[in-house]
């Protein structure tokens, strides 16, 4: 079974700050990794997944995410957060072998002040 | 090109009665799945279905919950007998084939209140 853990709830970052959001992971299996984000009143979007290719993943809207397969993480990054970045962020987890649903996270706000 | 829609985008209803969520995915898109995203939670997976398999119905939460989907096209989620703390975002996401590797494209949702 997979499982998905983003600790607390709430980001808080000013405009050009970086941007730093965690998620760890917990899965038997060789994990596929995902990140979405949700804007206001719209649905899920993907910004990036990993699929045992590169470690360092690029994702849309200068956004990138590392796994660490030592550290079981799979933290999202970018170097200089821009006011449309404010949106809830979703880590999620499915596996090879395994069901092919989505596991999520709890989310996270990010919240960018100028 | 038309990504996945939803209606209604929202639903206020009485507790006890039913309710029909409709899902119409990408076209060409063969797995289909549903999600409930209740206030201040992730993402809870519900059911999916891919082509002509039986769906995988490891999520539904009750006997009250069920699904369809005519072929690879429209889906419909049900609720019987609706129940307060069926109050959440029906989220239906799809994707091009079955892999666990397979972006899912996600609807906005219907936002679903139970009164």
């Known amino acids: 079974a997979q499982s998905v853990t983003q600790l607390g709830s709430h980001v808080s970052v000013s405009e050009g700050a970086l941007v730093l959001l965690r998620c760890n992971y917990s899965s038997s299996v060789p994990p596929y990794l995902f990140w979405y984000v949700q804007y206001p009143n719209q649905g899920l979007q993907l910004l990036l997944k990993y699929t045992s290719a590169a470690t360092l993943v690029k994702g849309i809207n200068g956004f990138e995410a590392e796994f660490k397969k030592s550290e079981t993480s799979f933290h999202l990054t970018k170097p200089s957060a821009h006011m449309s970045d404010a949106a809830e962020y979703f880590c999620a987890v499915s596996a090879w072998g395994g069901s092919e649903k989505l596991v999520f996270g709890k989310g996270m706000k990010l919240t960018v002040n100028p | 090109g038309a990504g996945v829609s939803q209606s209604p985008s929202n639903k206020v209803t009485e507790k006890g009665k039913d309710v029909e969520l409709r899902c119409d995915p990408i076209?060409?898109?063969?797995?289909l799945y549903w999600y409930r995203q209740r206030l201040g939670q992730g993402l809870e997976f519900l059911i999916y279905f891919q082509g002509n398999s039986a769906p995988d119905k490891s999520g539904l939460p009750s006997d009250r919950f069920s699904a369809e989907r005519t072929g690879e096209s429209v889906s419909t989620l049900t609720i019987q007998r609706t129940q307060q703390e069926d109050s959440a975002v029906y989220l239906c996401a799809s994707s091009l084939g079955s892999g666990v590797q397979e972006t899912q494209y996600f609807g906005p949702g219907t936002r679903l209140l139970v009164l």
């Open positions: 076209s060409g898109h063969t797995a």
